[in-house]
């Protein structure tokens, strides 16, 4: 029997800091404020261990399963959206997706008696809770409102900074309207079937990021513009897919029972190293870029085998698609494993060597992140220029290495 004192709530909330700071650039700022803000008392159902863990808490479960309703995000991504987000004493700041209250506590500690913060959530019951915590620990100011996102709070005035703790597919227009030329934005945005949060800085008629990092949260409500559907006859293999693109699931059904062109790059990573970008550049690139999911069942009888079977990019073009794979390798080195794509259909061998292409670029420079610039929608290509552009209803995005 343990007879160890348990570590305190400060204490390990202390601790939950060192491990951040030891991983992520933090901002004096930042440090402070998560030293500052209790977890705990934003998630009072989860123990105290459980609320400075680096990861993220359910506060309402979802009841069709799935993701849950509502959560408090883990712990390292709200802070390193917080030091994106730039905000300085004095500010005032919109949150989208109220949550527990957490960030906007946090993010009242960094604005200070002199700013002010607004947070929406649609959900009655996220905004109560929200509001009961945040009353709880001494942020009375901050103000809650129970309203669809999308909307924004144009009776606040304009916010000097946007942060957006949900989701999102697409920049609604009221967004638009209520960030004024220098505001910032931080937002998870999905294209081509995966997500990456922006920091983009309101730059006249356009906004432009300075920041593209790998992230997933929770998806708000109303924004509908992705598909899914399955393209087997046992529906065990799923592609996810943009409104704007001309990919026709029926088209594809059966593909994967069609010879496979099997297509190697050359290129091969350690089993602890990313190869995320090489999807974000297809989606900078290939009008065909898409997500395929492939259920358990449909590895182990050999039917699909993406490189990571829930989550990995694919072209699907016509009759044919052709999906990332990993081949383990041995070398001199230890195990390596070579990215390289399977291939179906008519054009199957094509696309597997497009995608391999892309491989071969990432390679050259893997830490490298595009310039994502959006624009409203109804902005013409000669003002956008020529770059590569996503149409989505109310933005039209150019991505750019």
Known sequence: MSTATPASPNTLRDRMVD?????????????????????????????????????????KANPAGGLPLSCASVP????????????EPGDTVMEIGAGTGWNAALLAHLVGPDGKVVTLDIDEDVTAHARKTLDATGNTAVVVLTRDGALGAPEHGHPDRMIVTVGAWDIPAAWWEQLDPGARLVVPLSWRGQARCLGLERQGGRMV?????????VPMLGQDGE????????????LHFDADQSIDPAALLGVLGQPKAEVASGITVRGDESFDGVWLRLSATDPATCRIEA?????DSGLCKPAIPSRSPALAEGESLAYLTLTRRETEDGVRFELGAAGHGP??????DRLCDEIRRWDTARDARPTVTLYPAGTTDEQIGSRYVIDKPSIRMAIAY
């Open 19 to 59: 491990t951040i700071a030891a991983a992520h650039p933090l901002t004096a700022a930042v440090e402070s404020a998560l030293r500052s803000v209790p977890r705990h008392e934003f998630v009072p159902d989860a123990t105290a261990e459980q609320a400075y863990a680096d990861r993220a808490v359910t506060i």
């Open 76 to 87: 390292s991504l709200v802070a390193d959206m917080l030091v994106w987000l730039r905000a």
């Open 209 to 217: 990021s300075d920041v593209v990092e790998l992230c997933g949260f």
């Open 227 to 238: 598909r899914t559907a399955t393209i087997d006859a046992d529906g065990l293999v799923a």
């Open 295 to 299: 259920d358990r069942a449909a590895v």
């Open 347 to 352: 054009a199957g061998q094509r696309l597997a």
